[in-house]
């Protein structure tokens, strides 16, 4: 257990709904990712949020809406996707300053199936 | 653009053989360097690092090298075994200071038995 979740670990949903990936770390860190895994593109990052502010966004579409409510959390809210999103939602978190600072851990992911 | 290029795509050997992979990245500013392990179905997992400072580190069967002026990094797995096999993925730190890592396009690397 690296101690980054995310939930749920499988998602499937039409292309008219609306649903959320979660994303927890128990690590004490203060910075969290969200990645995109898919056979073309092997790990594009979206959003990073450093002391749950975003500080970088990847020219992603807009029908996928990061939110950071505090350093621990970490959503990804979902709305008229395309089939093309289908991919493995990888969430991550590192610390910012230390001694292991940028040493990133990752969840185990959500694989998501848009139809 | 800051970009990270990784080499090759896949790489088979036979168990016991030596496996290297290769990367290049662009920003001279990046001062971390990690590799990740990613077996079929699970997360990627941190194997190794290095940062600007040394030129080699090594654990057990694997080592990393980093060649600054060059800005070249190179994974190096000695003895492979059937295990080994999975996708290797190289990454370098992002001179935006915002933690984020640049990472290279994958190696699927088959240790064959």
């Known amino acids: 257990e690296t101690g980054v979740t995310q939930t749920p670990r499988h998602l499937v949903m039409g292309m008219t709904n609306k649903k959320s990936l979660k994303c927890e770390q128990h690590?004490?860190?203060?910075?969290m990712y969200w990645y995109k895994q898919s056979a073309k593109k092997p790990l594009e990052l979206m959003f990073v949020?450093?002391?749950?502010?975003?500080?970088e966004n990847n020219s992603v579409p807009s029908r996928f809406s990061p939110e950071c409510p505090n350093s621990s959390h970490l959503f990804l809210h979902l709305h008229t996707l395309q089939p093309e999103d289908s991919a493995l939602y990888l969430c991550?978190?590192?610390?910012?300053?230390?001694?292991?600072?940028?040493?990133?851990?990752f969840g185990p992911g959500t694989r998501l199936t848009v139809l | 653009g800051e970009n990270v290029e990784q080499h090759p795509s896949t790489l088979s050997v036979q168990e016991g053989d030596s496996a290297v992979i290769k990367c290049t990245y662009s920003?001279?500013?990046?001062?971390?360097f990690p590799w990740y392990k990613q077996e079929l179905g699970k997360r990627p997992q941190l194997i190794i690092d290095?940062?600007?400072?040394?030129g080699e580190k090594k654990d057990q069967r694997i080592a990393v090298t980093l060649n600054k002026t060059a800005k070249h990094f190179s994974l190096h797995i000695t003895e492979t075994q059937p295990e080994d096999s999975a996708v290797y993925f190289c990454?370098?730190?992002?001179?935006?200071?915002?933690?984020?890592?640049?990472f290279g396009q994958g190696t699927t690397l088959q240790v064959k038995p």
């Open positions: 920003d001279s500013a990046s001062n971390y």
């Open positions: 990454a370098a730190t992002s001179s935006s200071n915002t933690g984020k890592l640049i």
């Open positions: 690590l004490g860190h203060n910075a």
């Open positions: 991550a978190s590192s610390r910012l300053g230390g001694a292991s600072y940028n040493e990133q851990f």
């Open positions: 949020y450093n002391f749950k502010e975003q500080t």
């Open positions: 290095i940062r600007s400072n040394v």
